[in-house]
């Protein structure tokens, strides 16, 4: 049994993630992905 809801759950606020920076790295199944907020607020994610 996964220890993740399979909903969204809670939304959480993009400051919370990125946490004063401009860019973050997730991994999902061993894969890094980097999560970045751009200059005119949009976020983007890639491989």
Known sequence: M???PQS???PLP???LL???NAVT???LGVH???R???S???ILTK
């Open 41 to 43: 607020g949009k976020l």
């Open 19 to 21: 946490a004063g920076r």
């Open 37 to 39: 907020a751009t200059r």
């Open 14 to 16: 993009s400051d919370v």
């Open 8 to 10: 969204a759950g809670t």
């Open 33 to 35: 992905y980097v999560l």
């Open 26 to 28: 997730i991994v999902h």
């Open 2 to 4: 996964s220890a993740w």
